[in-house]
Nanobody
């Protein structure tokens, strides 16, 4: 059974940092891309960024460039999302997802741009990040 478990969310002051984790099991980690999405209150889910392998990274939103970083630990089958200089507008539930297509593949863009979330094979439950001003 494929499982993705996001964790590490919490309440943080603006300007602070967090590291989110996406622990995975039930599939061959090396064969999948892992992406992060977020859903702010009252908004649709948006793609944030994604990693294929260890260093093929795709950003789906420009607003996080320079503040969000993604890292894959193949030994732990875990992907980390390091968030720095948090802003109130980063408040959202953060989800991780997995698909065998690379991050520049159609399932990821279908989900990120066209909101066709079912295009990505597997989703985990989210973790809430709240940024106070």
């Amino acid at each position: 059974e494929v499982q993705l478990q996001a964790s590490g969310g919490g309440l943080v002051q603006a300007g602070g940092s967090l590291r989110l984790s996406c622990a995975t099991s039930g599939f061959r980690f090396d064969d999948y891309a892992i992406g992060w999405f977020r859903q702010a209150p009252g908004q649709t889910r948006e793609g944030v960024l994604c990693i294929s392998g260890t260093d093929d990274i795709t950003y789906y939103t420009d607003s996080v460039k320079g503040r969000f970083a993604i890292h894959s630990d193949n030994a732990e089958n875990t992907v980390y999302l390091q968030i720095s200089t948090l802003k109130p507008e980063d408040t959202a539930v953060y989800y991780c997802a997995a698909d065998p297509q690379p991050c520049w593949g159609s399932p990821w863009y279908d989900a990120s741009i066209y909101k066709r979330y079912a295009a990505v094979d597997h989703w985990g439950k989210g973790t809430l990040v709240t940024v106070s001003s």
